[in-house]
């Protein structure tokens, strides 16, 4: 790499710190973000070492980080957006709008997507969010190709005046490779802000022909610039397509096979908009065109769409691979198994198959989790009348499941407003942690006050945006006063409880149930994970142990609250509390009906045995 006459020797990096760097390096000004897997890490990597003064917002939801990337790009800041495939839908509008308002500062929206669902409550392809915002799109095929396309997205952006978006599934995310960085030697810009009615209040006419401005420029880019990758041989008569991660592994197989000869690859890293003089000479003399991408088939389609009638052979994909999860290498080694069967023969080193079954590892709450007995008291307050229980994404979201339903961020109290209304005597709580309610559920609280729903939302609040690497959240800064933002939209009913005292949760819903209007039950209890003084107190000086006894073999701590420091013994069925996984938060003693949990604590007023 080299920085100004120097030459620094290349860094071993994932794809995360390859888009961090990327940024760096082309001189980013402005980064917004909401953290989401697989591209959670970026903004860590940014602010470790943030010796370019870079300023970063911690947008409470993607729709803000969207926006205010926006206007730092409109006063000429390079800035980056980040955030997973699910956070665009909530960009969607801003991003509609971001093709029209020409910013003169490069702005690059980073989306981390996820083929197979490995780190998202859902599976959705945002490929087909291009078109619809007519915003180039990058696919970088390898880590170091991460960086190069997040640099260059730059230079592209201020060209066009486009964002430029640039999609990285968790297979790149969570790669690492070496970088060679290389520091682009702009000047700072100038920043200013330019009044500019004709781009900026976009309305009638005048909207159609900034409309209009915006798909022409796109269309120029798209014939001007080439970004492609061919490999093998191009007098072949058969054509294979790729996108993104399925490039490597299409690579291995045709090397491995020796089809090099029987084959003409192309990769496609800008998948929006294709260059169509490129698709019409790479499918010139083919017979047959395979197009291998995960997901929907997008690009699959793009080029059918662009090359309808244009080409003579025919185009395939979707007809030989699925629209869901990861293109594995499997799939790919059984139609080149059909395909070329001659070439697959024996003597090809095809990899073993292994048979084995693998038990599922759901996730769960860690030990000292304050949703566990939060959990455990909701179902003792709504199980015994049939109660719903409206589920919201997040660590709360974590197995045994406990919800009736697990959707999308601001599900639980969306959906439970619905319910509530044409089911009205039927007990209901929703459920989500402070990190959705800011992110988009507080308007959701105020539409439920607005249209006088008899609502009762649990907030679980940890202190921290905790699934995606425990981001700050307005309770944990200590800025937001929550009674005072619940009393000013009108909220009825407001209780505050300790997550770690189940008996006075479930107290506070029954009580909740017998009120009408909008309650809140804010429950706290600080994230396992990062532990106050308090707690590491608890560590160091408080015992716990189980009497058996006493213990009248409910099992109540054991299978209702689960606590996995509770163990059980195989031969005698007797309790136990493993010290060395238990996190000491008592919880498990407002359970025991029996008094058979003994604790010991010198901060305690009282020794309990």
Known sequence: MRWGSGIVTPKFADG??????????????????????????????IEKNNSNNIIINHSLNEHIAALSAMGAS?????????????GLNIAADPLNYAGVIKITGGMVVVVGTDPGAHSSTGEEDVHWYAPQFNLPLLEPVSVPGIYESVKNAYQISERIQLPVLVFTPGRLAYQSSLIERDKIPDEPALLRFDKNPEKLINVGKRAVENHKDHVLRLARYALETSC??????????????????????????????GLGEEVHLLNIERTYPVNLEEILAFAKDKEKIIVIEDQDGFLETMIKREAFGKVSCSIYGKEYFPAWGEITYEQILDFFTQEFPSEFSNDYEQVPEIEFTCPERPGTFCEGCPHRPAFYAIDQALNACDGVIGGDIGCSSLPPHRTDWLLCMNAGIGLSQGIAQVLPERPLVSTGGEGSLFHGGLISLQSAVENNI?????????????????????????????????????????????????SKITHAIEKAKSLRGVKVIWIRGDCALQPNQEALRRLRERTLAIDNDRCGSCTRCYSELQCPAIVKEPVTAHLSIDMDRCRRCAACLDVCPNNAILVS????EVMCD
């Open 74 to 86: 409109l006063c000429g800041a390079r800035s980056l957006v980040v955030m997973k495939h699910v």
């Open 16 to 45: 995360n710190a390859a888009i961090a760097w990327a940024a760096e390096d082309a001189g980013v000004r402005y980064v917004s973000h909401y953290p989401g897997s697989p591209v959670n890490r970026v903004i860590d990597v």
């Open 228 to 257: 492609t990758t061919q490999a093998f041989n191009p007098a072949s008569k058969y054509g294979i397509i790729t996108r993104g991660c399925t490039y490597a592994v299409v690579c291995e197989l045709i090397e491995g096979s």
């Open 601 to 604: 604590d010198p901060a305690m």
């Open 454 to 502: 008899n609502l009762t939302h649990v907030v679980f609040d940890n202190r921290s945006i905790a699934m995606t690497g425990h981001q700050g959240s307005p309770t944990s800064s200590g800025n937001t006063d929550a009674r005072k933002l619940f009393d000013s939209i009108g909220v009825s009913h407001i209780f505050e409880v300790d997550a770690f005292v189940p």
